[in-house]
């Protein structure tokens, strides 16, 4: 991307954090182990549904050493609202027994461990070096990058190369935030089929509005 496209794409983060002041991740969450467990569920399920969820898996499961003993199946019950059941519990349990076997049972702090564990890609390690330990990540879930590409600060469709542009424009204090703020201006404002442009103050010189094909 061009040098005018990072500066807008600079201001933009401004205007959002102006705008979105009490963005914060919506996963309900004490440990970055339960953060872990809440992201891998949220995969093609509602953040909202996950929390109806997760109290009752949480209390059955306090710590990777008892998800790593549980059977499939109850594990299954407990999750089977989300969707795609048989494969999260199975991530759940082979994640636990992998931070188990790798970890001491907690979860690692880095990209290339994270992304070793079952069922995590980059978008959960992200969500999870960003906001459980601090460390700067920029999630790309369909919110980023349908207004990614909506403002026009990408033209990529991939979410790695989606993330390897807009890192490459912000500074990385603020790629956590940037996203967490992307994903609460999608779900208020700039919603996928009827965004509300006529309310929002990036409309016009920050983002031109465009529509993918």
């Given at each position: 991307m061009d040098a005018d496209t990072r500066r807008r794409a600079r201001r933009i983060a401004r205007e959002l954090a102006r705008l979105h002041p009490d963005a914060r991740c919506s996963l309900d969450f004490a440990t970055p182990t339960q953060l872990l467990w809440a992201t891998?569920?949220?995969?093609?399920?509602?953040?909202?549904?996950?929390?109806?969820?997760?109290?009752?898996?949480?209390?059955?499961?306090?710590?990777?050493?008892?998800?790593?003993?549980?059977?499939?199946?109850?594990?299954?019950?407990?999750?089977?609202?989300?969707?795609?059941?048989?494969?999260?519990?199975?991530?759940?349990?082979?994640?636990?027994?992998?931070?188990?076997?790798?970890?001491?049972?907690m979860v690692p702090g880095t990209m290339g461990e994270l992304v070793e564990l079952a069922g995590v890609g980059r978008k959960t390690a992200n969500v999870v070096l960003?906001?459980?330990?601090?460390?700067?990540?920029?999630?790309?879930?369909?919110?980023?990058?349908?207004?990614?590409f909506r403002m026009g600060l990408t033209d990529e469709a991939g979410p790695v190369a989606i993330e390897g542009?807009?890192?490459?424009?912000?500074?990385?204090?603020?790629?956590?935030?940037?996203s967490l703020r992307m994903i609460h201006h999608g779900r208020r404002t700039c919603h996928a089929r009827k965004p509300l442009c006529e309310e929002c103050s990036l409309a016009g010189t920050l983002c031109p509005q465009r529509i993918a094909g």
């Open positions: 891998i569920l949220s995969a093609q399920c509602t953040d909202v549904l996950v929390n109806k969820v997760t109290p009752a898996l949480f209390a059955a499961y306090p710590d990777a050493a008892s998800m790593a003993a549980a059977r499939q199946e109850d594990v299954e019950r407990l999750v089977q609202r989300t969707g795609f059941f048989h494969n999260k519990a199975k991530n759940l349990i082979l994640c636990s027994r992998q931070m188990m076997e790798r970890h001491g049972g960003g906001v459980a330990f601090g460390v700067p990540g920029l999630p790309v879930d369909t919110h980023v990058a349908r207004l990614s542009d807009l890192c490459g424009m912000l500074p990385r204090a603020d790629w956590t935030m940037f």
